[in-house]
């Protein structure tokens, strides 16, 4: 008979009853070790658990992915390269947050679709983190329309995106304690590496400082005040076709501002953008706003390293 690791002989003449409650008592023993086993291991994994997340779309991913390094997985709601501003939620998007823990959000009015989708997901235990809460922001006002909006493309600015990523760490913190620790670190490391890029924007774009630059998306007038640059859109919404308004528009401004650049977005191909770089000799160079690409934390330092360089042209 083993109990443990050590092997027990039972004598052959010792009675039947003392013989069974032998066996009675080893086996309680042998279950309650198991037991004993069992609970640990339940409490183990528990203890490793971590939510279940959900990032709206590129920009917030790749900021909540540095924040939880490891410690668990990221999904992101709006497949990089969709058109968020206009974003129309599916019944797969609500399945999705049905069964999720936390879900990050940019906020100022991009994600428009969220308030109905998260009704219709039907999850009350669902934590929402809005990652640009109390930061200070641009209103403009939209042509022909008195009212001001707010513009929501706070992560472009590597200094308000320090706050965001800030803003996400703290809130997992509340939600996960058992993981404050990884998400501490893991946001420092982050933020460090954002400081580092604020550092070279600084450097590189104080010789041109007052620089007017025209994009086809209004996305950059926070990175314009960080940097003392001004920001002239040519359209206020990325999906409308340029109108002939437009383009005296962005002449008048180039004329006006002595712009030295047209800045134009990947994969847009306007033959009336490449038409106005010709007619007033201006190059035309191409400026991220970071809402499609790879879902790699680092892409973003990539990116914007990458616009860093079209700045410097279009100002030099």
Known sequence: MLIGSHKIKIPFNVSSAF?????????????????????????????NSSPKIVATFLPIDLFTQAVVGDTGQVDILIAPGTEVHEYQATPDDAKTLASADVLVENGLGIEEFLAGLVTNAGNSQLQQIDSSKGITVIKEEEPGDDREEVNPHVWLDPVLAQQQVATIRDRLIAIDPTNADSYRTNAEAYIQQ?????????????????????????????????????????????????????????????NQYKVKALLTEPGIEDKRIQQISSDLNLPLEVIDPLESGETNPQYYFQVMRSNLAALERACK
Do not use: M, W
């Open 194 to 254: 954002l400081k580092q890029l604020d550092g070279e924007f600084k450097q590189k774009l104080a010789p041109v400082k007052g620089c007017n630059f025209i994009t086809f998306h209004d996305a950059f007038p926070y990175l314009a005040r960080r940097y003392g640059l001004k920001q002239e859109a040519i359209v206020e919404i990325p999906e409308d076709s340029i109108t002939p308004k437009d383009i005296q528009r962005v002449q008048q401004a180039a």
């Open 19 to 47: 013989r069974i409650k032998f066996f009675k008592y080893s086996l309680i023993t042998g279950l309650t070790c198991l037991s004993s086993i069992l609970v640990n291991t339940v409490a183990t994994a528990q203890s």
